[in-house]
């Protein structure tokens, strides 16, 4: 099984502010990396497909990069509504897992 | 737009049978892969399995052995049934369209989630 280490686990931030969350894969998945937004009682969100590509209709505050094993997700400026747990999904093997999630709040 | 809607009891007792369905509208089910996950209180996500509009389907390993999916395209929903439950299968449970391409898997729609308790 491929392994999604997820950090930080959460984090608290001014509105404005550059946020970065990362994720490691236990072996190489290519760009085999996707990332979600999670919010009670709402449907989640798709941000970001094939590590770096930006969903339809997705703000362009939100961003991610990276290949083989490291890979980062990025909003570039914090806003009230981003309020939310984010989480990366990889789809290197046929198992599909997460990371363990990041819970990001505004300071 | 694709909209996607769970439905099913709410609660479960242990060892029986939990049942949900998820309803899809805004498009056709047919020609795509549609997932179950879920995500236990306090923990992650847990992808479940998927099903693709012909019936094939593919599961996570560690429920395998208890889980049963289905399709109905003449009526545009798919199912879950996941038997023996116990308090670790009480989560909130997800549908969602899997779409892939390229080798990309990834959930492009989602429903809002049911939660499910099991009780003993």
């Known amino acids: 099984d491929i392994q999604i280490t997820q950090s930080p686990s959460s984090l608290s931030a001014s509105v404005g502010d550059r946020v970065t969350i990362t994720c490691q894969a236990s072996q190489d998945i290519s760009n085999f990396l996707n990332w979600y937004q999670l919010k009670p009682g709402v449907a989640p969100k798709l941000l970001i497909f094939a590590a770096s590509k930006l969903h339809t209709g997705v703000p362009s505050r939100f961003s991610g990069s990276g290949s083989g094993t490291d890979f980062t997700f990025t909003i570039s400026s914090l806003q009230p509504e981003d309020v939310a747990t984010y989480y990366c999904q990889q789809c290197g093997n046929v198992l599909l897992t997460f990371g363990g999630g990041t819970r990001v709040e505004i300071k | 737009q694709v909209q996607l809607q769970e439905s099913g009891p709410g609660l479960v007792k242990s060892s029986e049978t939990l049942s949900l369905t998820c309803t899809v509208s805004?498009?056709?089910?047919?020609?795509?892969?549609w997932s179950w996950i879920r995500q236990s209180p306090g923990k992650g996500l847990e992808w479940i399995g998927y099903?693709?509009?012909?019936?094939?389907?593919n599961s996570n390993p560690s429920l395998k052995s208890r889980l049963t999916m289905s399709i109905d395209t003449s009526e545009n929903r798919f199912s879950l049934r996941l038997g023996s439950v116990t308090a670790a299968d009480t989560a909130i449970y997800y549908c969602a369209r899997l779409t892939v391409i390229s080798g990309i898997y990834y959930f492009d729609f989602w429903g809002r989630g049911t939660l499910v308790t099991v009780s003993s």
């Open positions: 805004g498009g056709s089910i047919s020609n795509y892969f």
């Open positions: 099903i693709y509009s012909s019936g094939i389907t």
